[in-house]
């Protein structure tokens, strides 16, 4: 089991705007595609506008192949053409994470 931890950085006052077209146009359709999000949190306290997004997955190999079927999906290229357009973001990292020995998530 692996977990994509992505972290998404908007610029000042777009997270409201980049949140609400996440919602609506980019979250169904990962839904599809990767299953439900393990979890997904903006910054209270710290680095403000921020999201963070874990998403679990069986393998590296199970990750491509979902990310790759919805890559290929025409929708999802014109929802992040919209993001990169509307110039939301300011920076976008992710990490591929394994739970250590002792943790198994959800237990």
Do not use: C
Not at 6 to 17: E, V
Not at 35 to 46: A, K, S
Request: aromatic share 14%; glycine share 4%; proline share 7%.
């Amino acid at each position: 089991m692996i977990f994509d931890h992505r972290t998404y950085t908007a610029k000042p006052n777009m997270l409201p705007s980049f949140l609400k077209l996440y919602e609506d146009v980019g979250l169904p359709m990962q839904r599809q595609y990767l299953g439900e999000p393990f979890g997904f949190f903006q910054t209270h306290i710290g680095d403000l506008s921020r999201t963070v997004h874990l998403w679990k997955y069986d393998s590296l190999a199970d990750r491509e192949a979902r990310r790759d079927q919805m890559e290929a999906d025409p929708e999802w290229q014109a929802y992040r053409r919209k993001v990169i357009d509307t110039d939301y973001l300011a920076d976008m990292r992710n990490q591929i994470l394994k739970p250590v020995s002792f943790f198994i998530p959800g237990k």
